[in-house]
C-alpha cells in the first residue's frame, strides 16, 4: 500500500483522527472569523457598557460563537449575527445581577460623555444627540445600528431578531419620529442664537 493511500485510509477509517481534523479546520476558521470582527464587536460593546465592561462582553461573545460554531450563518451575515449575541449578552448582564443595575442607573444620572472624543460640537449635532435621548429604546436602538453601524435591514433583522420588513418599518418610524423632534426643537430655538439676518 502506497503512503498516501495509507495516509488517506487512515483519515477515512479512524474516527478520532476524523475528529481531530474536523477541530482543528473548525479553529482555525475560528480564529479568522475573530480576527476580522473582533474590533467591531468591541465597538459596539463599547458603546453600551461601560469600557470596563466592554472586554467581557467581547470575550463571552465569541465563547458563544465558538460554542455555536455550527450554527453560524453564512459569512455575510457573521457581524450582525455577532452583534445579536453581543446584544444578549449585555441584556443578561444586566438583568444578572441587581448590583450591576444600580450601577448602570447611576451612570445612566451623570452627565453624558461621548463614546468617541471630539474637540467641538456643533449645535446641530447636540440638537441630534438630545432628539436622539427622547426616543424609546427601541427607536434609538434601529437607528444606531443603521447609522453607527451602518447595516441593512437585513442585517438588522439578524441582530434584533425581526424580520427585515419589520425593521423598515421601525426605522421608517423612528426616522419620522426623529425629524418631529429635530423640528419641534428649531421652534423652540432662542430667537437671539438666531443670526440677525433671520429676524425678518
Known amino acids: 500500500m502506497s503512503q498516501s493511500r495509507f495516509i488517506a485510509g487512515t483519515a477515512a477509517g479512524d474516527p478520532c483522527r476524523?475528529?481531530?481534523?474536523a477541530r482543528a479546520d473548525s479553529e482555525t476558521r475560528f480564529r479568522m472569523l475573530y480576527q476580522h470582527h473582533v474590533a467591531a464587536v468591541a465597538a459596539y460593546a463599547a458603546r453600551r457598557v461601560p469600557a470596563h465592561?466592554?472586554?467581557?462582553?467581547?470575550?463571552?461573545?465569541?465563547?458563544?460563537?465558538?460554542?455555536?460554531?455550527?450554527?453560524?450563518?453564512?459569512?455575510?451575515?457573521?457581524?450582525?449575527?455577532?452583534?445579536?449575541?453581543?446584544?444578549?449578552?449585555?441584556?443578561?448582564?444586566?438583568?444578572?445581577?441587581?448590583?450591576?443595575?444600580?450601577?448602570?442607573e447611576h451612570l445612566r444620572a451623570q452627565p453624558v460623555k461621548q463614546p468617541m472624543p471630539q474637540q467641538h460640537q456643533t449645535d446641530a449635532e447636540l440638537a441630534v444627540l438630545d432628539a436622539m435621548a427622547q426616543l424609546t429604546e427601541p427607536h434609538r436602538e434601529v437607528l444606531v445600528l443603521a447609522g453607527w453601524e451602518e447595516l441593512t435591514p437585513t442585517e438588522i433583522a439578524v441582530v434584533l431578531e425581526l424580520t427585515?420588513?419589520?425593521?423598515?418599518?421601525r426605522l421608517a418610524r423612528a426616522r419620522t419620529h426623529?425629524?418631529?423632534?429635530?423640528?419641534?426643537?428649531?421652534?423652540h430655538e432662542p430667537t437671539h442664537s438666531r443670526p440677525e439676518g433671520d429676524a425678518s
Open 178 to 187: 426623529l425629524a418631529e423632534l429635530m423640528a419641534t426643537s428649531d421652534e
Open 53 to 104: 465592561e466592554a472586554p467581557d462582553v467581547v470575550s463571552e461573545t465569541f465563547l458563544v460563537l465558538w460554542r455555536r460554531f455550527d450554527e453560524r450563518p453564512e459569512n455575510n451575515m457573521i457581524r450582525p449575527w455577532l452583534y445579536g449575541i453581543s446584544r444578549r449578552v449585555i441584556a443578561n448582564r444586566r438583568r444578572g445581577s441587581q448590583r450591576r443595575s444600580n450601577l448602570l
Open 18 to 21: 476524523t475528529d481531530q481534523v
Open 164 to 169: 427585515p420588513q419589520a425593521v423598515r418599518k
